[in-house]
Protein backbone atom coordinates (compact mmCIF):
# COMPACT_ATOMS: atom_id res chain seq x y z
CA UNK A 1 0.00 0.00 0.00
CA UNK A 2 1.75 2.85 -1.31
CA UNK A 3 -0.39 5.89 0.89
CA UNK A 4 -3.34 4.05 3.68
CA UNK A 5 -5.78 6.48 1.81
CA UNK A 6 -8.78 3.48 3.13
CA UNK A 7 -6.59 2.36 6.18
CA UNK A 8 -8.51 2.58 9.56
CA UNK A 9 -8.03 5.70 11.82
CA UNK A 10 -5.71 3.81 13.97
CA UNK A 11 -2.89 3.32 11.34
CA UNK A 12 -2.86 7.32 11.07
CA UNK A 13 -1.20 7.57 14.56
CA UNK A 14 2.24 5.84 12.76
CA UNK A 15 2.13 8.60 10.30
CA UNK A 16 4.28 10.91 12.57
CA UNK A 17 6.93 8.07 13.06
CA UNK A 18 6.82 7.69 9.25
CA UNK A 19 7.53 11.18 8.54
CA UNK A 20 10.24 11.87 11.90
CA UNK A 21 11.96 8.56 10.60
CA UNK A 22 12.13 9.66 6.43
CA UNK A 23 13.91 12.80 7.94
CA UNK A 24 15.95 11.27 10.41
CA UNK A 25 17.53 8.51 7.74
CA UNK A 26 18.03 11.46 5.11
CA UNK A 27 19.43 13.58 7.68
CA UNK A 28 21.73 11.00 9.17
CA UNK A 29 22.95 9.84 6.21
CA UNK A 30 23.85 13.39 5.14
CA UNK A 31 25.12 14.08 8.12
CA UNK A 32 27.49 11.40 8.22
CA UNK A 33 28.64 12.07 4.80
CA UNK A 34 29.16 15.58 4.48
CA UNK A 35 29.85 16.72 8.70
CA UNK A 36 31.98 13.52 9.63
CA UNK A 37 33.12 11.29 6.82
CA UNK A 38 33.61 13.97 4.18
CA UNK A 39 34.06 17.16 6.46
CA UNK A 40 37.85 17.97 4.92
CA UNK A 41 38.17 16.46 1.72
CA UNK A 42 34.59 18.24 0.99
CA UNK A 43 35.05 21.59 2.98
CA UNK A 44 35.61 23.18 -0.43
CA UNK A 45 32.23 23.09 -1.31
CA UNK A 46 31.25 24.27 2.31
CA UNK A 47 29.19 27.31 2.05
CA UNK A 48 29.96 29.23 5.00
CA UNK A 49 33.59 28.14 6.26
CA UNK A 50 33.00 26.83 9.84
CA UNK A 51 31.13 24.19 11.40
CA UNK A 52 27.92 24.35 13.75
CA UNK A 53 28.51 23.21 17.79
CA UNK A 54 27.02 20.14 19.10
CA UNK A 55 24.36 22.02 20.69
CA UNK A 56 22.93 23.88 17.66
CA UNK A 57 22.58 19.93 15.83
CA UNK A 58 20.67 18.69 19.54
CA UNK A 59 18.51 21.99 19.29
CA UNK A 60 17.67 21.13 15.17
CA UNK A 61 17.35 17.70 16.02
CA UNK A 62 14.62 18.15 19.12
CA UNK A 63 12.37 20.72 17.33
CA UNK A 64 12.35 18.53 13.94
CA UNK A 65 11.41 15.75 15.90
CA UNK A 66 8.26 18.03 17.09
CA UNK A 67 7.76 19.08 13.69
CA UNK A 68 7.81 15.77 12.34
CA UNK A 69 4.49 15.13 15.16
CA UNK A 70 2.83 18.00 13.84
CA UNK A 71 2.85 17.39 10.45
CA UNK A 72 1.86 13.69 11.17
CA UNK A 73 -1.08 14.49 13.29
CA UNK A 74 -2.30 16.90 10.74
CA UNK A 75 -2.17 14.18 7.19
CA UNK A 76 -3.91 12.04 10.53
CA UNK A 77 -6.21 14.80 10.93
CA UNK A 78 -7.35 14.89 7.16
CA UNK A 79 -6.92 11.64 6.07
CA UNK A 80 -8.03 9.14 9.57
CA UNK A 81 -10.90 10.99 10.91
CA UNK A 82 -14.56 11.61 8.67
CA UNK A 83 -12.81 14.53 6.94
CA UNK A 84 -11.31 12.00 4.44
CA UNK A 85 -14.69 12.34 2.78
CA UNK A 86 -14.31 15.79 1.95
CA UNK A 87 -11.02 15.20 0.32
CA UNK A 88 -10.13 15.65 -3.54
CA UNK A 89 -7.84 12.50 -3.12
CA UNK A 90 -8.49 10.22 -6.04
CA UNK A 91 -6.92 6.49 -6.29
CA UNK A 92 -7.96 5.66 -10.09
CA UNK A 93 -5.18 6.61 -12.09
CA UNK A 94 -7.33 6.46 -15.16
CA UNK A 95 -9.61 8.96 -13.66
CA UNK A 96 -7.32 11.93 -14.45
CA UNK A 97 -4.73 10.03 -16.82
CA UNK A 98 -0.75 9.94 -16.33
CA UNK A 99 -0.61 13.56 -18.23
CA UNK A 100 -2.35 14.96 -14.58
CA UNK A 101 -1.01 12.60 -12.32
CA UNK A 102 2.74 14.30 -13.77
CA UNK A 103 1.47 17.72 -14.04
CA UNK A 104 -0.63 18.01 -10.28
CA UNK A 105 2.99 17.44 -9.09
CA UNK A 106 4.38 20.32 -10.61
CA UNK A 107 1.07 22.26 -9.97
CA UNK A 108 1.82 21.33 -5.89
CA UNK A 109 5.20 22.23 -6.24
CA UNK A 110 4.29 25.67 -7.41
CA UNK A 111 1.11 26.16 -5.10
CA UNK A 112 3.60 25.27 -2.00
CA UNK A 113 6.43 27.50 -3.78
CA UNK A 114 3.71 30.73 -2.95
CA UNK A 115 2.09 29.66 0.15
CA UNK A 116 5.92 29.51 0.99
CA UNK A 117 7.36 32.67 0.22
CA UNK A 118 4.13 34.65 1.78
CA UNK A 119 4.03 32.84 5.00
CA UNK A 120 7.60 33.31 5.22
CA UNK A 121 7.15 37.03 5.12
CA UNK A 122 4.58 37.44 7.62
CA UNK A 123 7.34 34.99 9.65
CA UNK A 124 9.34 37.53 9.30
CA UNK A 125 7.37 40.46 10.71
CA UNK A 126 9.16 41.82 14.04
CA UNK A 127 5.96 41.05 16.20
CA UNK A 128 6.12 37.35 14.65
CA UNK A 129 10.07 36.78 14.01
CA UNK A 130 10.63 37.15 17.67
CA UNK A 131 7.91 34.73 19.45
CA UNK A 132 8.13 32.04 16.30
CA UNK A 133 10.49 32.10 13.31
CA UNK A 134 13.37 32.92 15.79
CA UNK A 135 13.57 29.21 16.37
CA UNK A 136 14.70 28.53 13.31
CA UNK A 137 17.06 31.35 13.23
CA UNK A 138 18.88 30.30 15.58
CA UNK A 139 20.59 28.58 12.88
CA UNK A 140 22.67 31.02 11.49
CA UNK A 141 24.78 28.24 9.72
CA UNK A 142 22.08 25.20 9.31
CA UNK A 143 22.65 21.99 9.13
CA UNK A 144 20.68 19.20 7.36
CA UNK A 145 19.18 18.97 10.42
CA UNK A 146 17.41 22.51 10.86
CA UNK A 147 15.40 21.20 7.65
CA UNK A 148 12.35 20.93 9.93
CA UNK A 149 13.55 22.92 13.12
CA UNK A 150 10.55 25.21 14.02
CA UNK A 151 8.42 26.71 16.72
CA UNK A 152 5.50 24.59 16.66
CA UNK A 153 3.36 26.91 15.86
CA UNK A 154 4.83 27.50 12.73
CA UNK A 155 5.08 24.14 11.97
CA UNK A 156 1.17 24.15 12.38
CA UNK A 157 1.09 26.81 9.66
CA UNK A 158 3.91 24.97 7.55
CA UNK A 159 1.45 21.99 7.58
CA UNK A 160 -1.06 23.84 6.34
CA UNK A 161 -0.18 23.21 2.63
CA UNK A 162 -1.17 19.69 3.73
CA UNK A 163 -5.05 20.32 3.68
CA UNK A 164 -4.55 22.81 1.12
CA UNK A 165 -3.34 20.31 -1.24
CA UNK A 166 -5.53 17.54 0.30
CA UNK A 167 -8.94 19.70 -0.45
CA UNK A 168 -8.51 21.70 -3.29
CA UNK A 169 -6.80 19.68 -5.72
CA UNK A 170 -7.44 16.25 -7.44
CA UNK A 171 -4.39 14.57 -5.48
CA UNK A 172 -3.57 10.84 -6.29
CA UNK A 173 -1.18 9.51 -3.57
CA UNK A 174 1.51 8.92 -5.84
CA UNK A 175 1.66 12.48 -6.83
CA UNK A 176 1.08 13.59 -2.65
CA UNK A 177 4.47 11.10 -1.87
CA UNK A 178 5.98 12.58 -4.83
CA UNK A 179 5.26 15.92 -3.29
CA UNK A 180 6.47 15.18 0.42
CA UNK A 181 9.74 13.46 -0.74
CA UNK A 182 10.64 16.58 -3.08
CA UNK A 183 9.68 18.80 -0.37
CA UNK A 184 11.83 16.73 2.25
CA UNK A 185 14.87 16.41 0.16
CA UNK A 186 14.98 20.20 -1.23
CA UNK A 187 14.76 21.58 2.29
CA UNK A 188 16.87 19.15 3.21
CA UNK A 189 19.63 20.50 0.34
CA UNK A 190 18.46 24.02 1.37
CA UNK A 191 20.02 23.67 4.82
CA UNK A 192 22.81 21.06 3.83
CA UNK A 193 25.68 23.65 3.86
CA UNK A 194 27.21 22.41 1.21
CA UNK A 195 27.08 23.80 -2.86
CA UNK A 196 25.94 21.15 -5.19
CA UNK A 197 24.69 23.28 -7.89
CA UNK A 198 27.34 23.49 -11.01
CA UNK A 199 28.63 26.98 -11.85
CA UNK A 200 26.09 26.81 -15.10
CA UNK A 201 23.01 26.32 -13.39
CA UNK A 202 22.62 30.08 -12.13
CA UNK A 203 23.47 31.13 -15.40
CA UNK A 204 20.83 28.52 -17.55
CA UNK A 205 17.67 30.95 -18.56
CA UNK A 206 15.68 28.51 -16.73
CA UNK A 207 18.35 27.19 -13.66
CA UNK A 208 18.29 30.76 -12.76
CA UNK A 209 15.00 30.47 -11.06
CA UNK A 210 15.47 27.57 -9.29
CA UNK A 211 16.41 28.51 -5.41
CA UNK A 212 19.43 26.89 -4.49
CA UNK A 213 21.60 26.00 -0.86
CA UNK A 214 23.99 28.98 -1.28
CA UNK A 215 20.67 31.43 -1.13
CA UNK A 216 19.02 29.74 1.24
CA UNK A 217 22.37 29.63 3.47
CA UNK A 218 22.69 33.67 3.05
CA UNK A 219 19.36 34.00 4.14
CA UNK A 220 20.27 31.80 8.09
CA UNK A 221 23.58 34.51 7.75
CA UNK A 222 22.22 37.59 7.34
CA UNK A 223 18.57 37.30 8.02
CA UNK A 224 16.48 38.80 5.38
CA UNK A 225 15.90 38.24 2.19
CA UNK A 226 16.12 35.04 -0.15
CA UNK A 227 12.61 33.82 1.57
CA UNK A 228 11.81 31.20 -1.20
CA UNK A 229 11.74 27.18 -1.28
CA UNK A 230 11.97 25.39 -4.73
CA UNK A 231 12.14 28.73 -7.10
CA UNK A 232 13.38 32.03 -7.07
CA UNK A 233 10.37 33.63 -8.80
CA UNK A 234 8.53 35.53 -5.81
CA UNK A 235 12.26 36.74 -4.53
CA UNK A 236 12.31 38.40 -7.88
CA UNK A 237 9.26 39.28 -8.79
CA UNK A 238 9.04 41.35 -5.19
CA UNK A 239 12.41 42.77 -5.32
CA UNK A 240 13.48 40.18 -2.17
CA UNK A 241 16.36 38.50 -3.75
CA UNK A 242 19.73 39.38 -1.81
CA UNK A 243 21.95 41.65 -3.86
CA UNK A 244 24.89 40.19 -2.70
CA UNK A 245 23.53 36.40 -3.66
CA UNK A 246 25.34 36.48 -7.27
CA UNK A 247 28.43 37.39 -5.24
CA UNK A 248 27.97 35.11 -2.46
CA UNK A 249 27.69 32.34 -5.68
CA UNK A 250 30.67 33.89 -7.21
CA UNK A 251 32.63 33.31 -4.11
CA UNK A 252 31.51 29.46 -3.69
CA UNK A 253 31.90 28.73 -7.07
CA UNK A 254 35.51 30.20 -7.09
CA UNK A 255 36.65 27.60 -3.77
CA UNK A 256 35.19 24.44 -6.05
CA UNK A 257 37.04 25.54 -9.37
CA UNK A 258 39.90 26.37 -7.29
CA UNK A 259 39.81 23.15 -5.73
CA UNK A 260 39.56 21.44 -9.29
CA UNK A 261 42.12 22.96 -10.55
CA UNK A 262 44.31 21.67 -7.71
CA UNK A 263 43.21 18.28 -6.98
CA UNK A 264 45.64 17.61 -4.45
CA UNK A 265 45.16 20.45 -2.21
CA UNK A 266 44.13 20.20 1.06
CA UNK A 267 41.77 22.42 3.38
CA UNK A 268 43.70 25.38 5.31
CA UNK A 269 44.47 23.97 8.80
CA UNK A 270 42.94 27.13 10.49
CA UNK A 271 39.66 26.09 8.60
CA UNK A 272 39.38 22.59 9.74
CA UNK A 273 40.87 23.49 13.04
CA UNK A 274 37.58 25.59 13.37
CA UNK A 275 35.39 23.37 12.17
CA UNK A 276 35.81 20.98 15.09
CA UNK A 277 32.46 20.82 16.99
CA UNK A 278 32.14 22.09 20.26
ZN1 LIG B 1 13.42 33.18 7.71
ZN1 LIG C 1 15.79 27.67 6.70
Redesign the pocket.
Known amino acids: MLFPIDAPWYVYLAMPFVIFGRYFLLCSWLFGLFYLWKQRQWLFRKIQQRFPKRSDYRRELGYSALTALIFGLVVALCLGTPLRAYTTVYTDVSEYGIPYLILSVVLILFLHDSYFYWMHRLMHHPKVYRHVHLV ?1 HK ?1 VN ?1 SPW ?1 AYAFHPLEAVVEAGILPLVLFTLPVHPIAMISFITIMLWFNVY ?2 LGYELFPAWVYEHPLGRWLNSGVY ?1 NL ?2 ERFHGNYSLYFTCWDRWMGTLRTDSADKVAEVQQNIHQHKAKPCSTPSSAAVADSSPT
Open positions: HSPAGHHHH
